[in-house]
């Protein structure tokens, strides 16, 4: 963060935790075909990295970051994944101390296996629902909202914490203050609302018309919330690809927590050590107080905050008889796979994990096939082999890495672009 001119007593990366989260693709295939999607042409074509494989990256992320990392099981779509091996893999997260996010459209994150994973020690769901996904039935982000009710209803009463992704492009932008009226209402079950703004990377047929920038999806939130929001008080690596927002949740109504940027200051570096259980709020607060009764220097700080907050908020607090939610907000700005820039990639707080360890999630993706579609060395005890992406097998050599060329696995399997020529071609 410094050598990017990044860090301050506001940033997080490199205070509260050396890394956002790490993406663990554990599949490359997705049961959806969105229009901004970030797999690439070739990604169906590609299996499932062998079980041993994925467990040698959670111990690579664990080698890298250490306890208590947020790691996100992804793809394509991760519960497209063998049941018993995905249920495995959320548990090996968690017996090396990280934290396990699910990373699903929700198609097939039944109730059942959300309890199971729950059980495993999945902390948090991540529901990807947005209009890129072209659902039937659903012609709006509003519409939309039916449908993330049915999810949060999936999760309701789970020791789980609830997010959502929502892609943001060019149809759907004048809706985002919408989305964010239903998070709103529903902040006791929501923790974070995360909106991805389009980028030019991926299979994706979506071409970006207008550059949608950070600020302007700010302004979008803060309309839906009915409040200012400071996105600059509490930092999430670098300013061009992240924005990290909070709010209170009283009586229906928003109410900026961080926009006290001296106190953000002074409170985050003091209570960067603190363990933040999202599924246990009460744990949480019990730890905070444990360690300010400790820290007497911070009592006239925190009293002080703690009293204009709580005099901002008495009208709401006095309806709501003193019921808090909160409710975070991230946008975050995916870079086109055209346009990567050195020093965000220097800076970049979200990694996705390949065989060699950790790249930037947007280098990652601009050049997803130079990673999926590498041999991987696995051992065996018969020695080292090398398994192939396309056809899963092992052999004693690495050998050359083949391009398949997508519109020969037919309509069934094609994606994107690939998939657009295709039908095309067949309506012809
Ligand atoms: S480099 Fe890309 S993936 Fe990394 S934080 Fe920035 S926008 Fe996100």
Known sequence: MRSAGCWSGNQQMGGRWPVGCVALEITQRCNLDCTLCYLSEHSEAVKDIPLEEVFRRIDLIHEHYGWNTDVQITGGDPTLRQRDELIAI???????????????????????????????????????????????????????????????????????????????????????????????????????????????????????????????????????????????????????????????????????????????????????????????????????LAWLAANPRYWATVLRWTAAKTWQMKGDLMA???????????????????ALERERIDACVFKTMTQDGPVSMCLHNARRDSFILQPVRVQTWAGDRYWQPLSGALSAKP????????????????????????????AR
Do not use: W
């Not at 699903?104 to 947005?130: I, P």
């Not at 050998?399 to 067949?426: D, E, F, N």
């Open 399 to 426: 050998g050359m890495i083949s391009i398949p060329i997508p519109a020969q696995a037919g309509l069934k399997h094609a994606k994107g672009r690939v998939r657009q020529t295709l039908s095309l071609k067949r």
């Open 90 to 288: 959320v548990g090996r997260v968690r017996q090396r101390g990280m934290r396990p996010t699910l990373m699903t459209n929700g198609r097939k994150a039944t109730r059942a296996l959300l309890e199971t994973l729950a059980t495993e020690g999945l902390v948090d769901v991540a529901f990807h629902v947005d209009t890129t996904q072209q659902l039937g039935g659903y012609h709006s982000e509003r519409e939309l909202n039916a449908l993330r009710l049915t999810y949060l209803d999936r999760a309701q009463g789970l020791p789980l914490s609830v997010m959502f992704n929502t892609t943001i492009h060019d149809g759907n932008f004048e809706e985002i203050p919408d989305v964010v009226r239903f998070f709103k209402a529903n902040a006791g079950r929501i923790r974070t609302a995360a909106f991805h703004v389009q980028a030019a990377t991926g299979r994706g047929v979506h071409e970006k018309k207008t550059e949608i920038t950070l600020d302007a999806v700010t302004a979008q939130i803060e309309r839906g919330a009915g409040t200012a929001i400071n996105f600059r008080s509490s930092l999430a690596g670098h300013s061009r690809c992240n924005r990290y927002g909070l709010c209170f949740e009283v009586n229906g109504r928003l109410h900026d927590a961080l926009d006290d940027d001296a106190f953000i200051a002074r409170m985050q570096p003091a209570t960067a050590h603190l363990e933040l259980d999202r599924t246990n709020r009460r744990k949480v607060a019990k730890k905070f």
């Open 320 to 338: 709501a008889r003193g019921r808090v939610h909160t409710l975070s907000f991230l946008i975050h700005g995916f870079m086109d796979a055209g």
